[in-house]
């Protein structure tokens, strides 16, 4: 079974509007973290936002909030007033167990594209 | 903050040549590094686990006489592809545990590998 599930191959967001990206994961430990970032065209992986599995608030970083949905294993991505610069690949990721460097595993990806 | 440097960011190979890319982290400590291997449009595998001083874990299907890795120092890790072929044309991207910047993981800018 895939541990971390994104759905949507692409997705097309007017600029300015918010957009969610989708991401379900699998996992039967307690402890773990989510992460999700952001691949441009050049390669790089930036990271975006993270969220414990312990966090009680739902993780916030600028224009980047994660929906957190413990029970549904869920951890979406929301990007609040997009731009022309967000369009990149965008990558959940999640680590299983506590400690910090343990592996991470990726879903697929979501492409995104800002329309102007 | 930490940075690890990845070199080199692109190369173009003969088929039966090899291959070596680095990975040096600047300003920090980095006793593990994850190796990723990522074909277009598709999402990072993870290839092997090296940690400073022993050999690499390689993943299930990874050969691991064919990715040489070592990780001989704490800032420094290499992945060598011996006998590259054109099937190991992919983006190979380096993540090392930083367990003081971005939640546990800085990676390498990636390098961008075709054989001819």
């Known amino acids: 079974a895939q541990k971390i599930t994104q759905t949507q191959p692409g997705m097309f967001v007017q600029e300015k509007e918010a957009v969610t990206l989708d991401c379900t994961y699998d996992?039967?430990?307690?402890?773990?973290?989510l992460f999700w970032y952001k691949q441009p065209s050049s390669g790089e992986m930036i990271f975006l936002i993270y969220?414990?599995?312990?966090?009680?608030q739902n993780a916030t970083e600028g224009r980047y909030s994660l929906n957190f949905q413990k029970a549904r294993k869920s951890a979406n991505l929301v990007i609040s007033a997009s731009q022309l610069g967000d369009s990149a690949m965008y990558f959940c990721?999640?680590?299983?167990?506590?400690?910090?460097?343990?592996?991470?595993?990726f879903g697929g990806g979501t492409r995104l594209m800002v329309k102007p | 903050g930490a940075v690890v440097s990845q070199h080199p960011s692109w190369v173009i190979c003969k088929s039966g040549t090899s291959v070596k890319i680095e990975c040096r982290s600047l300003?920090?400590?980095?006793?593990?590094m994850f190796w990723y291997r990522q074909f277009p449009k598709q999402s990072l595998m993870l290839m092997a686990t090296s940690n400073e001083g022993s050999k690499a874990t390689y993943e299930q299907g990874v050969e691991k006489d064919k990715f040489l890795i070592n990780h001989a120092s704490l800032t420094l890790s290499t992945l060598t592809v011996t006998s590259a072929h054109p099937e190991d044309s992919s983006f190979y991207i380096c993540s090392a545990r930083d367990t003081g910047a971005n939640y546990g993981y800085t990676f390498g800018s990636g390098t961008r590998l075709t054989v001819v």
């Open positions: 300003d920090f400590q980095a006793t593990t």
């Open positions: 990721a999640m680590r299983e167990g506590y400690n910090a460097g343990n592996m991470l595993t």
């Open positions: 996992t039967s430990d307690q402890s773990y973290g």
């Open positions: 969220q414990g599995s312990y966090d009680e």
